[in-house]
């Protein structure tokens, strides 16, 4: 497929025009999310030096940050702007000044990615993932299909130590796993 | 929805109003480069107040995610100015095809060049002027500061005569930089930076023997849940 058609189609002078008028910083911050929403999880997924569930996770939760990333920016951009006639000065002040809008519009976006994104991100990915995760629940090595776990108790009533096999040991090393999935080394 | 009117302090006011904040929340590279300075602070202070996690699991993200929107950072502020120019050019180039562009672009590329010269001008005189006295002996007097002051004013004159958006004829290239700004952010934060930074985090958190006792952490935990099943 070529992309020739499609970049005939745009037209840069009404692009630079506009932007020339009136940029704001939601139009970069927001391109920037909607790329990197569909980049980083296609780069994730590509390392194949990662073990693939790891990679799963961290792609998903990649993925879901810049999705609720878009919105937020827009709309906190918006609701800032509200603002705008409460910080308007009145006329008879003298100065150099502008308009309040474009520095409404770049606060929004700023305490969007301080503190709205990251919080929203907190609250909303236990959930994101438990809905991607049931699939998977079955899967998860459990302690009492374990067969090191199952053996535990016996060696114990037994008096005896307990040295678990090297493979055995492989099999629980999935359990350390579990924990890298609920964040560690996980980028967002 | 109507948000009630707030009575705001005049200096808050007067900032939210400078031209100088609105030029940088107009100017995509240092907006996004403030942006992701904020990323760097809020999303691992998030990562350490979740309680949920273990801690030192939360440790290890949350400065991986420090490096990381660091070397974004780093990365974006050393990577986009060339790669805005060359996107710029490229943009320029097929504007100018368009005769009913030609003169716009001219225009700005004149407007410019007289900023650019008064820039160097300012910064040269000043330079200038403070040598001359300090070999003489003596000290700045009003005349002095006054001129001085005089040359920054017509500087930033030409400059924001450059950056004004309501001159149409100057919209066309102010637009064509900031598209170029906008796609060079995009290649660089999107795709170049993600796959820079396992070069660097990886060999950092290395350095920071971070990844060293995440390995100790991993071999800790299974004769833990093995007593405990």
Known sequence: MSLRPIFKKINLTDISNALGAENSAVYTVVAVAAFKGIFRPFFTMKDKKQDPKSRKYAAIREGATEIIAIP?????????????????????????????????????????ALIVIPGLCSLAMPYILKVFNKNDKNKVVSNEINPTAAMLPMAIALGQPVRPEKTKLFNMNTYGKVTMNTGGGVRI | MKIPSITIPLKIKEAMCSPRLAEIAENTISAVAIETALKMVGRPTFIITDKKTDPKTKKYAAIKEFLYQGTCLGLYLGIVPPVKRAINKFIISRLSKNPANAESIDAYHAESKIASTARKAYRRSGSVIDRTLSSLGLKKNEVIKTAKKELLYAEKVLREKVADPSNPKMQLCKGSKELSAIIGSVVTLAIVAPELSHFIVHPMMKILGFDKKNEEVKSQVVPQVSIKA
């Open chain 1, 72 to 112: 937020t920016y827009i709309g906190l951009a918006k609701l800032t702007a509200k603002l705008a006639p409460s910080l308007t000065l009145d006329k008879s002040i003298k100065g150099n000044f502008t308009s309040p809008n474009k520095a409404l519009h770049f606060a929004g976006v700023c305490l969007a």
